[in-house]
């Protein structure tokens, strides 16, 4: 059974840095994804990792968000820094439908998720 769990969420000041990760458990290794949902919004892909490390990412995050895993722990984690208020929303890990670190679909297997709200 798959099981993701997620952590690190909070409130932040605009400008600043949180680190999320979550915990995985349940299937084999995988791609996986972070992936976030604002109030009164669809999902939306926000970054993605292969096994191998490769890394991709949404526009609105580049250069700003880092995806990581750790594969003995079977830890995802996700870097964020420079935070801005359109940021604020709901971060869920998911389990990557394919190889890619872009294969993510909405019904994609997902955490609860955690909250993050960027606010002064």
């Known amino acids: 059974q798959v099981q993701l769990v997620e952590s690190g969420g909070g409130l932040v000041q605009p400008g600043g840095s949180l680190r999320l990760s979550c915990a995985a458990s349940?299937?084999?290794?995988?791609?996986m994804s972070w992936v976030r949902q604002a109030p009164g919004k669809d999902l939306e892909w926000v970054a993605g990792?292969?096994?191998?490390?490769?890394?991709s990412y949404a526009d609105p995050v580049k250069d700003r968000f880092t995806i990581s895993r750790d594969n003995a722990k079977e830890m995802l984690y996700l870097q964020m820094n420079n935070l801005k208020p359109e940021d604020t929303a709901v971060y869920y890990c998911?389990?990557?439908?394919?190889?890619?670190?872009?294969?993510?679909?909405?019904?994609?297997?997902r955490g609860q998720g955690t909250q993050v709200t960027v606010s002064s």
């Open positions: 990792i292969t096994v191998g490390g490769t890394t």
């Open positions: 998911a389990k990557n439908w394919a190889f890619g670190s872009r294969a993510w679909r909405p019904d994609s297997p």
């Open positions: 349940g299937f084999s290794i995988s791609a």
